[in-house]
Each structure stands twice: as structure tokens, then as C-alpha cells.
T-cell receptor, first 112, second 114 residues
Framework: EAQVTQNPRYLITVTGKKLTVTCSQNMNHEYMSWYRQDPGLGLRQIYYSMNVEVTDKGDVPEGYKVSRKEKRNFPLILESPSPNQTSLYFC???????????FGSGTRLTVV | QKEVEQNSGPLSVPEGAIASLNCTYSDRGSQSFFWYRQYSGKSPELIMFIYSNGDKEDGRFTAQLNKASQYVSLLIRDSQPSDSATYLCAVKGAGGTSYGKLTFGQGTILTVHP
């Protein structure tokens, strides 16, 4: 089944403890992206990647890192999480020029 | 001005009525426009996309695009309680660093009551 898989689905962590949210797609998509979703603000892009080893900042990149060492994987790294990073995170992928994205199931992160 | 704007609602319509959802965008060079449906706690699901001015119909859904007015809308005919969800308008960047990027509006909450 074609899909984007995110892990974990839920995570509660403490301020400053490094964490990684994994994202993997099995559709051979070149384009991958991370979004966060907050009430009243919609989906905002954190980082995106056009292909392996090609990444760039989105609209809200502060406090996040990404890497794209393999085409299928695009992990999101929070080196020192803070409470304002409490949010619902989505990974998405597509072919360039495709009709929209395929989204993962989401990761609900709480930083206390 | 936000790049993509939607009325946050909530929009409440009776079962069987037409629900009309609206979206405006600021980048005049945008070429591709999308409507996603998102149920509470779930991921966004693509329901319509449109590239050309005019109407595009798919079942009970009609997307309308007016590039001169920078306006996109979604009509849902014969609304059902199962249509109750948040509807997200998204606009795709035309090129350069925006190529492939979807910019989303804040979403409109739709409630269809029996």
C-alpha cells in the first residue's frame, strides 16, 4: 500500500530533551515536507526537500532540523524542544508537479 | 495579508443544503489550487484540485476558480452529516524556491446538522 509513515503517533517529552520524528514513504517521491498544525493557524511548512541531500527552510524552521540521506526517509529533529513546539506534525510527499501531497497520519507532540 | 485566507467559520448548514466554502490567495502567479478535507485528529485528504478558470465538478463537489479575482471556492451539494470536517484550501507555488510548496489557509470548519 502506498503510504507515508510517521512515528511516533503521540509523544510527550520534557523541555530540552532531543527527539526525532521519523517519516518514510514508499512511493519513490522526490519531494517531502514537514508541516505543523496549530489551532487557528492552519498548516505551516517547517522544512522541505526536493530530493536526496537537498533541503530548505519553510516558513517556520526555527528550532527544527531535517536530513535527507535516503529518498524514502525525511526525519524531523528537535535538538532542544520547547513548549511552543507543542503541536500536531505532518509529513507529506509528492512527485514534483503532482496533484497535491500524500500526508502521513500525524504526530501529536507535547513538550512540558 | 496572509498568503491564503479562508473564513474560519464555523459554517453550519442543514442536511441536504449546499455548503459554500471560500478562499482567496495573494500570489498572482499561483497555478494550482487544492481543497483538502480533514476530520478531527486525522490527516488532510485531497478531495479536489483545479488549474483552470471556471468550474470543475466531481460528484457532489464543485471547485470554482477565478484567477483574475484570486478566488477559489468549493461547493458541496446535498450536504451530509459525514461532510462535517475542516476544509483546507491550498495553493501551489509557481516556481523557484516555491516550486512544489503547498501553502494552506487556516481552514473552515463545516458542520452539517440533520
Amino acid at each position: 500500500e502506498a503510504q507515508v509513515t510517521q512515528n511516533p503517533r503521540y509523544l510527550i517529552t520534557v523541555t530540552g530533551k532531543k527527539l526525532t520524528v521519523t517519516c518514510s514513504q514508499n512511493m519513490n517521491h522526490e519531494y517531502m515536507s514537514w508541516y505543523r498544525q496549530d489551532p487557528g493557524l492552519g498548516l505551516r511548512q517547517i522544512y522541505y526537500s526536493m530530493n536526496v541531500e537537498v533541503t530548505d527552510k519553510g516558513d517556520v524552521p526555527e528550532g527544527y532540523k531535517v536530513s535527507r540521506k535516503e529518498k524514502r526517509n525525511f526525519p524531523l529533529i528537535l535538538e532542544s524542544p520547547s513548549p511552543n513546539q507543542t503541536s500536531l506534525y505532518f509529513c507529506a510527499s509528492s512527485f514534483p508537479g503532482a496533484n497535491g501531497y500524500t500526508f502521513g497520519s500525524g504526530t501529536r507532540l507535547t513538550v512540558v | 495579508q496572509k498568503e491564503v485566507e479562508q473564513n474560519s467559520g464555523p459554517l453550519s448548514v442543514p442536511e441536504g443544503a449546499i455548503a459554500s466554502l471560500n478562499c482567496t490567495y495573494s500570489d498572482r502567479g499561483s497555478q494550482s489550487f487544492f481543497w483538502y478535507r480533514q476530520y478531527s485528529g486525522k490527516s488532510p485528504e485531497l478531495i479536489m484540485f483545479i488549474y483552470s478558470n471556471g468550474d470543475k465538478e466531481d460528484g457532489r463537489f464543485t471547485a470554482q476558480l477565478n484567477k483574475a479575482s484570486q478566488y477559489v471556492s468549493l461547493l458541496i451539494r446535498d450536504s451530509q452529516p459525514s461532510d462535517s470536517a475542516t476544509y483546507l484550501c491550498a495553493v501551489k507555488g509557481a516556481g523557484g524556491t516555491s516550486y512544489g510548496k503547498l501553502t494552506f489557509g487556516q481552514g473552515t470548519i463545516l458542520t452539517v446538522h440533520p
